[in-house]
């Protein structure tokens, strides 16, 4: 492989990027470490190149400062946006404005069948061509996810944004539960945030689905313990499966209690907000969670996955999008 010296450093960026995705998948928590030597690496490699199209003097020289420009001025700022409304994850955000320091330009790789990314678009600033490689990828995903769920007999209008999964599966999971008790809804209960509060009330999802009118009552809370952050891989996964002591209930509505499950105090006891999670959110997950063996569940995939793939197209191919477009006769 032939390529510039800046250009073979930036595929160090390839495997961090794949680990990243990979862990994220698994654990949904990325250490902020990771992306310190990758921005540094992005910043020593824009440093250098710059000093090759110092002083600026040719239309290369003021093509290279208009695309580094664009990257960092204007894909840096997309992404913090794109999170702040909260479209984007902290680590995809980050994801995003590391790669955009870091490829601001198209690198160019000499391999024995030809020169690549073979298509190059006219803009030539290769972190946009990422992003739009990343939505395109993340666009066929519901495709996908619509078609598997349809050959499977799963069919519901959630179909194309879900999976079902078993009850018994949420200690292990990631995502937001599409249901309700009384049909589908966008903005479920984070799982999460369930794992939350079974570890805040040092009990397991079986214990409640085993008792579940005797958990609704507030009063059935005794010493509670740390939430952690409801990641997977915490220490226990669930918090415990004490409980023997909690009275039998009947199965009153949650009218009777002035505070059913204890979901205010739990939120009041935690740090932060549990993922965005409300005492009626949290009612209405754990009356789902107890009462059903399976469940609708968001897929939960971070858009770190299609970032990885998309920078991963854009080596090798380039830019879909562009590429598609001069097939059709328009770019």
Known sequence: ???ATTDLLR???VPALGWAAWRDVRTRRLPNRLWYPLGALGLLTLAWDALGHLPVATVGDRLFLVRVGISVLVVVPLAYGLWWIGGFGGADAKALMTLA??????????????AYPAVVTNVGVFSLTVLTNAVLVGLAYPVSLGVRNALRGDRAPVMFLGRRVDVTALPTEHGRLFETTEGFTRSGLDVDALRMYLRWRDTSLAALRAAPAAHRDPESVGETR???????????IEGGTADGDVA???ADADAAFDDPWAAERFLDEIEGSAYGTTPETLREGLAVVTTRESVWLSPGVPFIVPLFLGLCIALTYGDVLFG???ALGVA
């Open 1 to 3: 492989m032939l390529a």
């Open 11 to 13: 595929l160090l960026a």
């Open 101 to 114: 320091v870091l490829f601001p330009t198209y690198p160019v790789f000499y391999l024995a069948s030809g």
């Open 226 to 236: 740390d939430p952690t952050d409801g990641a997977v891989d915490a220490s226990g």
């Open 248 to 250: 039998a209930g009947d």
């Open 324 to 326: 598609l477009l001069r």
